[in-house]
Structure formats: structure tokens, C-alpha cells
């Protein structure tokens, strides 16, 4: 058996007060100091291939201080109304999932960015507002900096609070190839030309 009570008007009044202040709006965000991404493309792309995220998918990462990633997780945002606190506590759980806590450090080494995809136009919104709330508390429980948040729209991708941005990767584009830069060069195979040049030396 379940035991409750109807919320009064003043308790559904509060909540929405209590809600309200769980959202960061553009100049709180641009104040509070989010360290700027050397490569934002490359972030977002390597992200949205090893994920392919489509809307209301919200992809976590963490980088370490020469930009790479150390791990991510993505999950699919729960048809409520958007919640900093909720939001926060879903982001705490995939970064418990994926990497251990740096608390013990005075200064956190590493930073957290935030990869959301929905609809719309990448303009910020009261639900973009609700995910900066969720990134910046998550962060300081896990003993992280807090990085970037890039929305992922059908027109393109955006760094909300920076200006940076561009169309591809999108909502619907196909995963564009990463990680190429770091690939070793391609051996020469049996038939190339440096095994031409060797051929042609062990005939003389």
C-alpha cells in the first residue's frame, strides 16, 4: 500500500523556484571561466563517430590536458521536463560507469565536455541551460574541470558560450573517419616502389 499527499499550490510553486535555480543562463556560463577547446571540431567528430548520437542522446567525455579522450559514455535523456539536478545526476552515473574519481587531486588535471543532441536550431534553451547545471555540479562531485557544452542540431554542431561552430558533423550526418592523424604511416607493400628500387639493386 502507498501512502502520499496532493502537493498544495505552494509546494508545486516552490518546486518550480527550486527548478528554476537549477539552470545556468548564457552570461553565468560564460562567466564561470569553461576553459576553451583547442580543436572543437576534432572533439565533436571523434565523439560522434564512436557514438553516432541522434536527438535526445547526451554523449559525456573526458579529456585529459592535451585533449584526449580518456573515456565516454552516452545515454538517451528521459522524456521529463528538464531538471539540472536530474540531469546531474545522470551525467554522475556514466562518469562512475567509465572513469575513477580525481577528489584526492588539490587541482582537477582533468576536464569533462558535454555532447547533446536534439532538435531545434543550436540557440540556447532553458533544456541547454538545465545540462550546463547537470555538467558544472557533476564535475565538481567526480573532482573534474568543467569543459565545454556543444549542442548537435540538424544545423550543425555549436559550443554554446564560445560562438564556434559548424555544419558538419550534424543530427544526421553519417561519422566522419578520426583518430587518422595518429595512425602509424602505411608500410610499403610488396609490390611498391622502394621493393621496385631493391629488385632492381639486387640485379646488378
Do not use: K
Not at 167 to 183: D, I
Amino acid at each position: 500500500m502507498t501512502f502520499g499527499f496532493a502537493p498544495s499550490s505552494a509546494a508545486s510553486l516552490s518546486t518550480s523556484a527550486a527548478s528554476a535555480h537549477r539552470v545556468l543562463e548564457p552570461a553565468e556560463w560564460a562567466a564561470a571561466g569553461i576553459p576553451l577547446l583547442r580543436n572543437p571540431r576534432d572533439v565533436v567528430s571523434g565523439l560522434h563517430a564512436r557514438h553516432r548520437p541522434r536527438p535526445a542522446t547526451a554523449v559525456v567525455a573526458v579529456l585529459d590536458p592535451d585533449e584526449r579522450l580518456r573515456a565516454s559514455a552516452s545515454f538517451v535523456r528521459r522524456p521529463t521536463p528538464a531538471d539540472g539536478w536530474m540531469f546531474r545526476n545522470a551525467l554522475l552515473d556514466q562518469l562512475r560507469r567509465v572513469i575513477p574519481h580525481d577528489l584526492r587531486r588539490r587541482t582537477p588535471v582533468r576536464t569533462a565536455v558535454l555532447l547533446y543532441c536534439r532538435e531545434g536550431d543550436g540557440h540556447w534553451t532553458e533544456e541547454d541551460g538545465a545540462w550546463m547545471w547537470g555538467l558544472r555540479d557533476a564535475c565538481t562531485l567526480h573532482g573534474l574541470r568543467c569543459g565545454a557544452y556543444i549542442t548537435l542540431t540538424p544545423d550543425g554542431w555549436q559550443v554554446l558560450g564560445e560562438g564556434r561552430g559548424g555544419r558538419r558533423p550534424n543530427a544526421g550526418s553519417a561519422p566522419e573517419p578520426f583518430g587518422t592523424a595518429e595512425l602509424p604511416p602505411p608500410r610499403p607493400g610488396p609490390g611498391g616502389a622502394a621493393s621496385e628500387v631493391l629488385r632492381r639493386a639486387a640485379a646488378r
